[in-house]
DNA sequence: TCCGTGACGGTGG
DNA sequence: GCCACCGCCACGG
């Protein structure tokens, strides 16, 4: 259970992400206390039992916006139409429109 | 011990 | 604004 340590931080802070919010993946990594495990996070999003298992791992998204390329749910369109079923706005270039929905603890 | 790998991030062209 | 390269950290071969 030590790697699931880490993990089980990681989705503890990734449920507190209010719906119509979102959050990076180095942001997630720094509320954790480790800013540089930014990839670990993405690691363990792509562990996650998904938000049948209370972890909304389809609010986390990369720095820029960008969604992750091989989303376990069907895509990145799928995650988008998630997203956007709570609130996010997103921008013309596809990318969530950070400025207005970046979730601040 | 060195090399390769990855749902990342920042910088530079 | 998009693309490429480099740096980070932990882990497995």
New binding site residues.
């Given amino acids: 259970m030590d790697?699931e340590g880490f993990f089980q931080r990681a989705y503890g802070v990734v449920r507190l992400i209010p719906p119509g919010r979102v959050a990076?993946?180095?942001?997630v990594a720094r509320m954790m206390g480790e800013p540089?495990?930014?990839?670990?996070?993405?690691?363990a999003?792509?562990s996650?039992p998904g938000l049948s298992g209370g972890v909304p791992?389809?609010r986390?998204v990369?720095?820029?916006g960008s969604l992750?390329?091989?989303?376990?749910?069907g895509g990145p369109e799928e995650?988008r139409r998630m997203l956007e079923a709570e609130g996010v706005g997103f921008l013309a270039?596809g990318k969530v429109d950070m400025r207005r929905f970046e979730w601040e603890a």
């Fill in positions: 790697n990076t993946y180095g942001q540089r495990k930014a990839r670990y996070v993405g690691f999003m792509h996650s791992c389809h986390v990369f720095a820029d992750a390329p091989g989303f376990a749910f995650q270039s």
